[in-house]
């Protein structure tokens, strides 16, 4: 079974970066849709950001547009979340997540992805 491990997250200063790493264990991410998502404290859980399994196709969420950035690397097995120009409103735990869909397109809806990571907290505070 496909298991997925997340790292990267911490403590950073409104303003500043993160990029966080979704790294697949055992297996190859080839042809898996790989999707972030967050939980603030309080809220729902809402869906970032995603990349397709097949020609790499993003989606972003508009609160995230033009500050995250999502990218593979299906030889390292790993997704990447790279954040720039984080707010306090970014303050979550972020999770991965995967489901195999060899398609060009993607989506965040959480009830289309399998497997989960145990998420990483990322919080941005002066």
């Known amino acids: 079974q496909l298991q997925l491990v997340e790292s990267g997250g911490g403590l950073v200063q409104p303003g500043g970066s993160l990029r966080l790493s979704c790294a697949a264990v055992?297996?190859?991410?080839?042809?898996?849709?790989i999707g972030w998502f967050r939980q603030a404290p309080g809220k729902e859980r809402e869906g970032v950001s995603c990349?397709?399994?097949?020609?790499?196709?993003?989606y972003y969420a508009e609160s995230v547009k033009g500050r995250f950035t999502i990218s593979r690397d299906n030889a390292k097995r790993t997704v990447y979340l790279q954040m720039n120009r984080l707010t306090p409103e970014d303050t979550a735990v972020y999770f991965c997540?995967?489901?195999?869909?060899?398609?060009?397109?993607?989506?965040?809806?959480?009830?289309?992805?399998?497997?989960w990571g145990q998420g990483t907290q990322v919080t941005v505070s002066s």
């Open positions: 990349i397709s399994g097949s020609d790499s196709t993003t």
């Open positions: 055992g297996y190859t991410l080839n042809y898996y849709r």
């Open positions: 997540a995967a489901v195999l869909r060899p398609i060009n397109m993607c989506y965040v809806r959480e009830s289309d992805y399998i497997y």
